[in-house]
């Protein structure tokens, strides 16, 4: 069997989405399986034009601090949010959309681009793939 | 066999390990994979991947600021 690693984003954070997404794209080029349960604050980053909507998660200054990392992340040629979207699903990466999170934050199916949704589950989805995964980890 | 070329120089991380996974996974068994970049974790990184893929590192080079690898899939 494959190893896997499991990652719960339940965070917003434009940086954390970033590491979530860097962390998942590594060990998928390296020959692991991943997916990413986006919960709660992480959710809102699967809204339809809402990936790069995050704030920083320290010094975000109303946007200031934000505005100065993306500028330092481009000059670094840092690739966008995007772009480490596309290469985790074109390698085969899973994205699980949190249904109790849809519930309480009133988010429908269609609010969110459920062309990159593999699924929607709940805790026990997640625990199931995570007792089997080598990696997990909560973001 | 075919030889593929994948040019990464100048990208940073995770770009380099991303763009050969994804040229190895389009590779057919017996393709050669070239990997040409600056990112200098990757130099050590890519063998890595290799090794954990169970593919055949064929070759690693250095010169000056770029790197070289080559992978048999």
């Excluded at chain 1, 917003?12 to 991943?34: H, P, Q, R, T």
């Excluded at chain 1, 840092?78 to 990466?93: A, P």
């Excluded at chain 1, 249904?99 to 026990?124: C, F, H, N």
């Excluded at chain 2, 120089?9 to 389009?26: D, I, N, S």
Aim: charged share 30%; aromatic share 4%; with cysteine.
């Amino acid at each position: 069997m494959t190893d896997k690693t499991t990652i719960i984003l339940h965070s917003g954070d434009m940086d954390k989405l970033s590491s979530a997404l860097i962390i998942a794209n590594g060990a998928l080029s390296m020959g692991m399986e991943a997916s990413i349960y986006f919960t709660f604050w992480g959710l809102e980053r699967l809204k339809k034009g809402g990936l790069e909507k995050g704030p920083l998660s320290r010094m975000n200054m109303l946007g200031i601090g934000r505005w100065m990392v993306k500028r330092r992340m481009k000059k670094a040629n840092m690739v966008s949010l995007e772009r480490l979207l596309q290469d985790f699903k074109e390698l085969g990466g899973k994205i699980i959309a949190c249904e109790m999170t849809m519930e309480i934050m009133g988010v429908k199916p269609e609010d969110l681009r459920q062309d990159l949704i593999d699924d929607y589950g709940a805790v026990g989805t997640y625990i199931q793939e995570a007792r089997e995964s080598k990696i997990t980890l909560f973001i | 066999m075919a030889e593929i070329k994948v040019d990464v120089k100048g990208e940073t991380c995770p770009v380099p390990l991303v763009e050969t996974r994804k040229a190895l996974r389009k590779a057919s068994k017996g393709d050669i994979v070239e990997v040409i970049g600056t990112h200098p974790p990757s130099k050590e990184e890519i063998p890595m991947a290799v090794k954990a893929l169970g593919m055949e590192l064929m070759d690693v080079q250095q010169e000056g600021g770029v790197w070289r690898i080559k992978i048999r899939r």
